[in-house]
């Protein structure tokens, strides 16, 4: 898959802004300060087309991306963060479970993990929701550039055990080096092709 123009939508705060039609959407979501934004700039080829920070859980909304006029990319909200309250974090995670709940024409999930860390709790809690409610989803596994050869295989190894899935499902990425892009782009095209 080729991405020729990627642009920026629109955000969602609320349920009421959760976009609802059948344009595909290939949904991202994750830790924060997992990488999200850096992905999704490295898979557009655009820099600051999703917006990165250095203050974890600066995503705190839905963001849509319009892809080739043709799908559309969704950013979720950052789950876990530190320096809020709970009851904002619960504010953000519902958000997250009414676009899973609404979205009309969802055809995957990428769930987001650091290659150097086994999945939290909260990413055994994503997968979960989506196995239990049907929805597609693959593993990206994040800053692949921080470790071997060997110790992205040992890591690879973990991750699967951890969250009980294939190793197929897993795409390791890095958008440092663009390690990974070309196979998710195809999977991506795959899934909205199916």
């Given at each position: ?146 470790l071997s050869k060997a110790g992205i295989a040992k890591s690879l190894q973990v991750i699967s055990k951890s969250l009980n899935i294939r190793k ?27």
């Amino acid at each position: 898959m080729k991405i020729t123009s990627a642009k920026y939508i629109t955000s969602a705060v609320s349920k009421r802004g959760i976009i609802l039609d059948d344009v595909p959407e290939i949904s991202f979501v994750g830790r924060s300060n997992v990488g999200k934004s850096s992905l999704i700039n490295n898979l557009v080829g655009i820099k600051k087309l999703a917006k990165t920070s250095s203050t974890p859980g600066l995503t705190k909304m839905v963001n849509y991306f319009d892809i080739n006029g043709e799908m559309r990319f969704v950013d979720l909200p950052g789950y876990g963060y530190a320096k809020v309250g709970k009851g904002q974090k619960d504010l953000w995670s519902s958000l997250i479970g009414e676009y899973l709940a609404l979205s009309q024409s969802l055809k995957l999930v990428f769930v987001l993990v650091d290659i150097r860390h086994e999945p939290s709790e909260l990413d055994h809690m994503m997968i979960d929701y989506l196995i239990h409610n049907n929805i597609p989803f693959a593993v990206i596994a994040t800053k692949a550039d921080k470790l071997s050869k060997a110790g992205i295989a040992k890591s690879l190894q973990v991750i699967s055990k951890s969250l009980n899935i294939r190793k197929e499902m897993i795409f390791v990425h890095s958008s440092e080096s663009s390690l990974g892009k070309e196979k998710i782009l195809e999977f991506i095209e795959n899934t909205i092709k199916e």
